[in-house]
């Protein structure tokens, strides 16, 4: 699944790039989101644990998730136009 495989991608990325990682893993992730394939609960703490896991700070993880999930959401293409 989606979200299990960025939230990996998350947890190993490497110092200086992890909160780029958390930002475009997110974003891969909140089409599924805007889609309501997966609730934008269960996306944030998947990645708020992630995040933290790799060393960013949980008010950078949260700020970014947010910032993530909302671009996400707003720019979403509907689910026939992305297959």
């Known amino acids: ?3 299990e495989r960025e ?11 992890r909160n780029a990682q958390l930002l475009a893993s997110v974003r891969a992730v909140g089409r599924f989101v805007a889609w309501g394939d997966i609730p934008r609960h269960v996306a ?3 990645f708020q644990a992630a995040g933290e896991t790799s060393g960013l700070s949980a008010a950078e993880c949260r700020a970014t998730i947010r910032s993530a999930l909302d671009w996400s959401i707003r720019t979403a293409r509907p689910r026939p136009a992305a297959a």
Do not use: D, F, K
Request: no cysteine; aromatic share 0%.
């Open 44 to 46: 944030e703490e998947a």
């Open 7 to 17: 939230t990996a991608t998350v947890r190993s990325a490497q110092e200086g790039a």
């Open 1 to 3: 699944m989606a979200l």
